[in-house]
């Protein structure tokens, strides 16, 4: 793995203008340009803040929208990774065949590009928190979350390559992981808060869930400022358990990209 990491540092300039060409194809000539890239998760943070903020109880409009908003933004990129990510080798075919670059370049790309979109969504996130709250401990927020965003960081990375392998093998394996997105949006707590399963015993629902992992490492630290010493605690044992699950996933994709990173060109 080691040897991989480095081979991937070596080709960062590669790797960084294929970011940069993804981006500039897709908002060329374009008014709003990377706005875009905003433009479904306000609006359907707009639309769960004006149906669901009052159904769920929610009194402060604002403090929802932030909720959902960076629920939406840790759940666009996650889902991005694994969908488009799984793609990464049949869209970089040309390039495969023609350098030796490692593999994980291709399936990086295509998670920076999303981190970036995302990045965006959470600043808006951070912007609506002082507006509402007026508080400097929403910088601490912001501090105690960007390990949580390294983390899924890397999770994503791992997904991406563990989909793209699979998917040059099966290419359903796309088809499959979006129905899958689709049934764990409504399985995760963007638009409601986990309160809700915990108070008809369905918390188990979000405990085997392992998205919340990162919306537990990022979008609550966020939304919570200074933490007390038992949220501390708490978040933790968040980051715990994340650490635990991305290094799970770490280690599968090392094991993916050994076994099958020769035998996969003659599959694309």
């Not at 609550?220 to 038992?230: C, K, N, Q, T, V």
């Not at 933790?236 to 358990?241: I, L, M, R, V």
């Given at each position: 793995?080691?040897?991989?990491?480095?081979?991937?540092?070596?080709?960062?300039?590669?790797?960084?203008?294929?970011?940069?060409?993804?981006?500039?194809?897709?908002?060329?000539?374009?008014v709003l340009g990377v706005g875009w890239s905003l433009l479904h998760p306000i609006a359907m943070t707009i639309v769960f803040t004006v149906v669901f903020s009052q159904?769920?109880?929610?009194?402060?409009?604002?403090?929802?929208?932030?909720?959902?908003?960076?629920?939406?933004?840790?759940?666009?990129?996650?889902?991005?990774?694994?969908?488009?990510?799984?793609?990464?080798?049949?869209?970089?075919?040309?390039?495969?065949?023609?350098?030796?670059?490692?593999?994980?370049?291709?399936?990086?790309?295509?998670?920076?590009?999303?981190?970036?979109?995302?990045?965006?969504?959470?600043?808006?996130?951070?912007?609506?928190?002082?507006?509402?709250?007026?508080?400097?401990?929403?910088?601490?927020?912001?501090?105690?979350?960007?390990?949580?965003?390294?983390?899924?960081?890397?999770?994503?990375?791992?997904?991406?390559?563990?989909?793209?392998?699979?998917?040059?093998?099966?290419?359903?394996?796309?088809?499959?992981?979006?129905?899958?997105?689709?049934?764990?949006?409504?399985?995760?707590?963007?638009?409601?808060?986990?309160?809700?399963?915990?108070?008809?015993?369905?918390?188990?629902?979000?405990?085997?869930?392992?998205?919340?992992?990162?919306?537990?490492?990022?979008?609550?630290?966020?939304?919570?400022?200074?933490?007390?010493?038992?949220?501390?605690?708490?978040?933790?044992?968040?980051?715990?358990?994340?650490?635990?699950?991305?290094?799970?996933?770490?280690?599968?994709?090392?094991?993916?990209?050994?076994?099958?990173?020769?035998?996969?060109?003659?599959?694309?």
């Amino acid at each position: 793995m080691l040897h991989h990491l480095s081979a991937v540092w070596t080709a960062r300039h590669f790797l960084l203008a294929l970011v940069q060409l993804d981006l500039r194809l897709r908002y060329r000539r374009s008014v709003l340009g990377v706005g875009w890239s905003l433009l479904h998760p306000i609006a359907m943070t707009i639309v769960f803040t004006v149906v669901f903020s009052q159904l769920f109880g929610d009194s402060n409009p604002v403090g929802y929208a932030a909720f959902a908003l960076a629920g939406l933004a840790v759940w666009g990129f996650l889902r991005e990774a694994a969908t488009s990510g799984s793609r990464a080798f049949l869209q970089n075919e040309a390039y495969i065949r023609q350098s030796p670059m490692p593999y994980t370049i291709y399936t990086l790309r295509t998670v920076l590009g999303q981190a970036i979109h995302s990045s965006l969504a959470l600043l808006i996130v951070v912007c609506l928190l002082v507006f509402w709250k007026g508080d400097p401990g929403v910088l601490v927020g912001v501090a105690l979350a960007i390990p949580g965003m390294i983390l899924a960081l890397l999770a994503a990375w791992a997904i991406a390559t563990i989909g793209a392998f699979i998917n040059a093998f099966f290419h359903d394996t796309a088809q499959i992981l979006e129905v899958g997105c689709q049934i764990g949006f409504f399985l995760t707590p963007i638009m409601y808060r986990r309160s809700l399963l915990d108070q008809r015993g369905l918390g188990w629902v979000v405990d085997i869930n392992p998205v919340n992992l990162y919306l537990s490492v990022i979008r609550d630290p966020l939304l919570g400022g200074i933490p007390s010493a038992e949220g501390l605690v708490q978040l933790g044992h968040a980051y715990a358990a994340a650490l635990v699950f991305t290094g799970v996933l770490i280690g599968l994709a090392t094991a993916v990209v050994s076994w099958l990173q020769k035998k996969v060109i003659f599959y694309l």
